[in-house]
């Protein structure tokens, strides 16, 4: 099979043993620990096709690779399969501006594309944390979520078109850049956060819109949960472009604040939310309202890119992950009132189970999306890390929510994926899946489990 993959892909395109690189092991999640049999790096949808063709037909596993940002183990690879990853087939190949759309492969850095669609005068819509070196193909495999899905949706809603080859080599193209299109079962959505379960994803149709108008951002400190969510409703009726509405709760502000050079309140609130809309005097007129009706306790308005990004900085919250090596991140969503309520009880349940460990929780609030840091006493074992995910998971079915609002299932995930999905929803996907995949090689064990 290794010398069919050679002579398809070329030297430069298989690389086995000690060529492999030691980042083909894991994702971001560091939870996998093995190499590939083969790191295969197709340069074309010819070579993808080539690949998925011979592993299928010797009935060797293949796990696709983006660019290994995941949170949830979905590109770790064991040492019976090959890693097939999409690094170099990259490249914008098309800008359609009158139907403001791009035309891009699986491989291309989001950021790059980014910049594309700005050059050509648009904004691409799909935006996250991991920008410098997430890719569209991972984007779309996942759904990914990020900083914008209040205002732009999530990946699969602005995904106009696809590409994608099969478990057999069979390559389906559909490349269309028309907003509507009612010609049957619409396979696009079928990709999107299949995680590399399906087929591989090699080119794309983004829909771009209008670069945004200048925004203004503000940071706004909160008495109660009760406030934000009438800051919320407030936001939503008066700033129409409103396009993010982050909250943190006081203990990830405090301590993401503690590890940052600069101050923004002296006092850590008990919420703090950050707004963006666009630059409009309703935007003031808004916080203006909150103040007076004690909404808000005090609020920072960004006079800079600089400011704004201080701002961000803090809500992402890099230095957290650096402070708490073994920082375990869950992304659960459920019905917005009921954040709080959830938080609180997911507080106390793992601070009553773990002595000393550190817990907090941010959200994009208006999406119903809730991040729930956890950082066991001593970095936690193997079994201790699955006790917090039962804990939690457990208060996510009982609130009837999902176990995983943008980070995908994976690997880490996929034990707890009945908490969120019925029996007869996981019958029907497991369906899908032996009808596309009938020798199970594509990403055997994640989102399912291999047998499944």
Avoid at 115 to 133: K, N, V
Avoid at 277 to 289: N, S
Avoid at 322 to 330: C, E, K, R, V
Avoid at 391 to 416: C, M, N, P, Q, T
Wanted: hydrophobic share 45%.
């Amino acid at each position: 099979m290794l010398e069919e993959l050679r002579a398809a892909l070329g030297p430069a395109g298989c690389l086995t043993g000690a060529d492999i690189p030691e980042a083909a092991r894991s994702d971001a999640s560091r939870s996998g620990h093995a190499l590939p049999l083969a790191l295969l790096r197709p340069a074309s949808v010819s070579e993808v096709s080539a690949a998925l063709t011979i592993c299928h037909r010797h009935g060797v596993p293949v796990v696709p690779q983006g660019g290994m940002t995941g949170l949830a183990g979905g590109a770790n690879p064991d040492p019976a399969s090959v890693a097939l990853s999409l690094s170099r087939l990259s490249g914008v190949e098309e800008i359609d501006a009158e139907g403001m759309a791009m035309v891009v492969r699986a491989g291309t850095v989001l950021e790059t594309a980014q910049g594309a669609a700005e050059e050509a005068g648009f904004l691409l819509p799909i935006d996250m944390g991991a920008r410098g070196s997430c890719q569209i193909g991972g984007n779309i495999a996942t759904n990914a979520g990020g900083l914008r899905v209040l205002r732009d949706g999530m990946t699969r809603d602005n995904l106009l078109g696809i590409e994608v080859v099969l478990a057999d080599g069979t390559v389906l193209t559909r490349l269309t850049k028309e907003v509507k299109n009612n010609t049957g079962y619409d396979l696009r959505h079928l990709f999107a956060g299949s995680e590399g379960t399906l087929g591989v994803i090699t080119r794309a149709v983004i829909r771009l819109r209008p670069l945004p108008t200048p925004r203004r951002t503000a940071l706004a400190a909160l008495p109660d949960f009760a406030a934000v969510l009438r800051l919320l409703h407030l936001a939503r009726a008066q700033l129409p472009g409103l396009s993010a509405f982050e909250a943190m709760w006081d203990d990830y502000f405090a301590f993401s604040q503690y590890l940052l050079p600069y101050t923004l309140f002296t006092d850590p609130p008990p919420f703090a939310v950050i707004l963006e809309a666009p630059d409009d005097p309703a935007f003031d007129t808004l916080l203006e309202q909150a103040l007076e009706e004690g909404v808000i306790l005090d609020a920072l308005i960004a006079q800079s890119l600089n400011d704004a990004r201080r701002f961000w900085t803090l809500r992402e919250g890099e230095a957290i992950d650096a402070a708490l090596p073994g920082l375990i991140n869950l992304d659960i969503s459920l019905a917005t009132r009921r954040l709080d309520e959830f938080a609180c009880r997911c507080r106390a349940d793992l601070l009553a189970r773990f002595h000393g460990a550190h817990v907090s929780f941010f959200g994009h609030i208006a999406d119903s999306n809730l991040h729930v840091a956890v950082c066991l006493a001593g970095g936690g074992d193997a079994a201790e890390i699955h006790e917090v995910d039962a804990v939690v998971y457990g208060l996510v079915r009982e609130f009837g929510g999902s176990i995983s609002a943008e980070h995908g299932v994976g690997i880490l995930k996929r034990d707890w994926l009945g908490h969120s999905r019925s029996a007869a929803e996981l019958s029907a996907m497991q369906a899908i899946k032996a009808t596309l995949d009938p020798k199970g090689i594509l990403n055997p064990g994640k989102v399912f489990a291999a047998s499944a």
